[in-house]
């Protein structure tokens, strides 16, 4: 996780939110990251991550069991190709029963796969390479997103 972490922080334009205590941020997000394009180094107020880690189920979401110790998702927003080719489905369009909580595989997010997200719990060799390759193109996906608004205002 610290190792996607600080890849991620490399990226250009990159911030990485790490909520913790005394930071104002709701506790449930604690210990939690969240990656957003931002080349001015402050949070966006009205732009989802483009990527996320969870450590913990959420109320909502708890297929992937994460609450043991050691336990962990990488959430990543990808085209709805990318979606289709890792998944085999249409985002929309879900219909295969999975296994959330199965570490290493590339697969729908429980919650949010619908909206084209993928996850992963803890990657591991089978998985490291494309959650490197999503987490570079998601980066330049939102980047994109924000030069077009920037092109706009």
Do not use: C
């Not at 080719?85 to 295969?96: F, I, K, M, Y």
């Amino acid at each position: 996780m610290e190792q996607i972490i600080e890849m991620v922080q490399g990226f250009d334009g990159a911030l990485v939110v790490t909520p913790g205590p005394g930071d104002g941020l709701p506790e449930l997000a604690w210990g939690d990251a969240f990656f957003y394009y931002a080349p001015d180094g402050r949070m966006p107020q009205h732009v989802q991550p483009y990527a996320t880690i969870v450590t913990k189920n959420y109320p909502d979401d708890t297929a992937s069991d994460l609450d043991p110790d050691g336990r962990w998702r990488i959430n990543i927003h990808v085209d709805p190709a990318t979606f289709r080719d890792l998944t085999g489905e249409v985002a929309r369009g879900l219909t295969r029963p999975r296994s959330y909580e199965t570490p290493d595989a590339v697969m729908p997010h429980p919650v949010y796969g619908p909206l084209g997200w993928i996850a992963v719990v803890n990657p591991g060799d089978s998985t490291i390479d494309t959650v490197t390759h999503l987490l570079r193109a998601a980066h330049a996906a939102a980047r994109a997103r924000y030069d077009r608004r920037q092109a706009t205002n």
